[in-house]
């Protein structure tokens, strides 16, 4: 799996949006880019996960770079429960059962 | 939909006792299944995943084990436990195919005393 980086924390204000970077500088061409999300003491959460194009859910934006090598995940109306832990992962199963492996992540912490 | 149960929340065992820890997936079937462990101030370390019944991948070597005995039944164990088997101890599963996000429970807290 390619390696990521993510800024270790950051600050948003309550009902503004939050803006999460990963550089993923190695990534390969059938690598996808995950986001999950681990609040305190609770399992990690599936945000969202695409490859090349931008993805939307209802949870948030995943905004990758023309060439892949990093992303931007966006919560467009943050709120103090979005505050967690955010990892940002380049995986790819190749059809198998790998599990994924993750970093650090960035702490978000949304200000009232 | 599909649900992931993991008990228990909680467990406090003294070191050298033995340990069980169970997760059930429902609303699915054929699920890959996963245990992870996360360490007080640390990263999710992957320990197991099972691709079927009685298929267990061991990622890192220690004293822990896993099972398969249902296809939708996952259990971690260990004969006796050391003091750094303390941490939270998480169960996923995943749609069988490529690229199926990972979906986790609520984890059980483990304190090896």
């Known amino acids: 799996d390619a390696k990521t980086t993510q800024p270790p924390s950051m600050d948003c204000a309550e009902g503004r949006a939050a803006n999460l970077p990963c550089n993923h500088s190695t990534i390969s061409g059938n690598e996808y880019v995950y986001w999950y999300r681990q609040i305190h003491s609770q399992g990690p959460q599936y945000i969202i996960h695409g490859l090349k194009n931008n993805e939307t859910n209802e949870m948030a934006s995943l905004i990758i770079t023309e060439d892949r090598k990093s992303s931007t995940l966006i919560l467009p109306h943050a709120t103090l429960r979005d505050t967690a832990v955010y990892y940002c992962i380049a995986f790819n199963s190749g059809g198998g059962a790998d599990g994924l492996t993750f970093g650090k992540g960035t702490h978000l912490i949304i200000q009232p | 939909s599909q649900t992931i149960h993991q008990w228990p929340a909680t467990l406090v065992q003294p070191v050298g006792s033995p340990l069980s820890l169970e997760c059930t997936v429902e609303?699915?079937?054929?699920?890959?299944l996963y245990w992870y462990r996360q360490a007080a101030g640390r990263g999710l370390q992957l320990l197991f995943y099972s691709v079927g019944i009685g298929q267990i991948s061991s990622e890192v070597p220690q004293n822990l084990s896993a099972s398969r005995p249902q296809d939708r039944q996952f259990i971690l164990s260990s004969k006796k436990l050391l003091l750094s088997d303390s941490g939270f101890y998480l169960c996923?599963?995943?749609?069988?195919?490529?690229?199926?996000?990972?979906?986790f429970g609520n984890g059980t807290r483990l304190t090896v005393t």
């Open positions: 609303g699915t079937s054929n699920p890959n």
């Open positions: 996923a599963w995943s749609v069988r195919g490529p690229n199926s996000p990972l979906h």
